[in-house]
T-cell receptor, first 113, second 112 residues
C-alpha cells in the first residue's frame, strides 16, 4: 500500500483482557519496528523485524508483550492480560533497507480501563 | 539513555528562524529528525549519517557532529505548517535501518 496501515485506530480494553494490534507496512519494506508512545513523550522502542526474523525485542516491557511477522509483511503486536500502565499509543514503522528514514503508521491508541 | 533536546518549547512568529538541538551521551552513527503534529504520526524530515554532514530540505536543514554527539535542526523563515513537536532519533548501529532512541521532544508553535 501507499503508507503504513494500523488497526484498530482506537482500542479500549478491560484490565486483564488480551489485545492484538495489527500493522501492514509499505509493500517491499524489509524492516518493521514497533514503538510505544506515552502522552507528551517521544516514541520508545519495543521490537524490530527484518523480514520475518525478530532481530531485537529488547524493548518489550514484559513477557506479556509478544510480536510476530510470520510472512515478512503484516505484523501483530499482542499484549496479554493488559494492565493500566499499558495505555499508550502503539506506533508501527517500516523502512526499506536503503532509504533509512522510517514511515510511521497513524498508531493504535490503547486505553486500559 | 534518551537524547536530550533543547529548547523544550519555542514560540515563533511566521518568518522567524529557530534552532533545535539534540545531545546524546552515546557515540552515534546516525541521527534522524521527525515532526509530529498533535494526534498524528511522526513524519520523517531527514537523516544524517556519521561524517559531520549538513543536509538541507527546503528551508529546513540539519548538522551532525559525531565527535560532540550532537545534532542541530535549523528552521529558517518559519511557516505556520512548521508547528508541531520535533523529535530527534539517534542510531548506534551501522545499518541504515536500525532502531532509534528518540529524544525528549521540542514543541514548536508558529504564530501570525
Amino acid at each position: 500500500g501507499a503508507g503504513v496501515s494500523q488497526s484498530p485506530r482506537y482500542k479500549v480494553a478491560k484490565r486483564g483482557q488480551d489485545v492484538a494490534l495489527r500493522c501492514d507496512p509499505i509493500s517491499g519494506h524489509v524492516s518493521l519496528f514497533w514503538y510505544q508512545q506515552a502522552l507528551g513523550q517521544g516514541p520508545e522502542f519495543l521490537t524490530y523485524f527484518q523480514n520475518e526474523a525478530q532481530l531485537d525485542k529488547s524493548g518489550l516491557p514484559s513477557d506479556r508483550f509478544f510480536a510476530e511477522r510470520p510472512e515478512g509483511s503484516v505484523s501483530t503486536l499482542k499484549i496479554q492480560r493488559t494492565q493500566q500502565e499499558d495505555s499508550a499509543v502503539y506506533l508501527c514503522a517500516s523502512s526499506s533497507r536503503w532509504a533509512g528514514g522510517y514511515t510511521f503508521g497513524s498508531g493504535t491508541r490503547l486505553t486500559v480501563v | 539513555q534518551q537524547p536530550v533536546q533543547s529548547p523544550q518549547a519555542v514560540i515563533l512568529r511566521e518568518g522567524e528562524d529557530a534552532v533545535i538541538n539534540c545531545s546524546s551521551s552515546k557515540a552515534l552513527y546516525s541521527v534522524h529528525w521527525y515532526r509530529q503534529k498533535h494526534g498524528e504520526a511522526p513524519v520523517f524530515l531527514m537523516i544524517l549519517l556519521k561524517g559531520g554532514e549538513q543536509k538541507g530540505h527546503d528551508k529546513i536543514s540539519a548538522s551532525f557532529n559525531e565527535k560532540k554527539q550532537q545534532s542541530s535542526l535549523y528552521l529558517t523563515a518559519s511557516q505556520l505548517s512548521y508547528s508541531g513537536t520535533y523529535f530527534c532519533g539517534t542510531g548506534i548501529n551501522t545499518g541504515t535501518a536500525s532502531k532509534l532512541t528518540f529524544g525528549t521532544g521540542t514543541r514548536l508553535q508558529v504564530t501570525l
